[in-house]
């Protein structure tokens, strides 16, 4: 079983319509975030939560928001979706004691806005 | 704003040779830098990671880290057609608010040719 799942994997959605993408993980790390990936835009962070009690924004948080539901839990909502939010999502976790920081990611949700 | 920058690619090398990526940032309290190989539709996965200047070797993988030049590079020797992909440089931050978050590059496109 992966370390970091993400639901669902794919989705479709009509413009407006609120949806949710769900991330849980076993790795026992404080640290998650949310990413998209567009083409030729590379990874860019969503929001970010470096506890239970944290919530942070990143660089392209607009239309988006979290709720950190636990250590091992971090959703990303959409509250209208619009087309240009058409992208590969991927949920990460990390903690400084893991290997620096480093990043963990889970599979990615394909979403696409109609 | 912390700068993460990837030569452009696409890179083409033949089976067996050398392949190297490079990349700068901007930021000079950086204090550690990732490397992720990405497969197209595929979550980033780490190769390895570097902290002290000089190389740090990890099978067919070499990184060398130049902090006084802010560079980060990755050897790939006896390159292989397994090894075509998205290869991701990502360094993180060291100071106050951002402490701990991971800045990416976007990325260069490897294709190693049998």
């Known amino acids: 079983d992966a370390d970091v799942t993400q639901t669902p994997r794919n989705r479709i959605t009509k413009t407006g319509k609120r949806i949710m993408l769900e991330c849980s993980q076993t790795?026992?790390?404080?640290?998650m975030y949310w990413y998209r990936q567009d083409p030729g835009l590379g990874l860019r962070l969503i929001y970010y939560?470096?506890?239970?009690?944290?919530?942070n924004k990143g660089e392209i948080s607009d239309g988006y928001s979290v709720s950190r539901q636990a250590q091992a839990k971090f959703s990303l909502s959409l509250e209208s979706a619009i087309p240009n939010q058409t992208a590969l999502y991927f949920c990460?976790?990390?903690?400084?004691?893991?290997?620096?920081?480093?990043?963990?990611f889970g599979e990615g949700s394909w979403l696409t806005v109609v | 704003q912390k700068e993460v920058e990837q030569n452009s690619g696409p890179l083409s090398v033949p089976e067996g040779a050398i392949a190297s990526l490079n990349c700068t940032y901007s930021?000079?309290?950086?204090?550690?830098f990732f490397w992720y190989r990405q497969y197209s539709g595929k979550s980033p996965e780490l190769i390895m990671f570097?902290?002290?200047?000089g190389d740090k070797e990890d099978g067919r993988f070499t990184a060398q880290l130049n902090k006084a030049s802010q560079y980060v590079s990755l050897l790939i020797r006896d390159s292989q057609p397994s090894d075509s992909a998205t290869y991701l440089c990502?360094?993180?931050?060291?100071?106050?608010?951002?402490?701990?978050?991971?800045?990416f590059g976007r990325g260069t496109q490897l294709t190693v040719w049998p």
């Open positions: 990460a976790t990390s903690d400084l004691k893991d290997s620096g920081n480093t990043i963990y």
């Open positions: 790795k026992g790390h404080d640290r």
């Open positions: 939560s470096f506890d239970v009690k944290d919530i």
């Open positions: 930021d000079r309290g950086s204090q550690s």
């Open positions: 570097i902290y002290s200047n």
């Open positions: 990502a360094v993180s931050s060291d100071r106050g608010s951002t402490l701990g978050r991971l800045y």
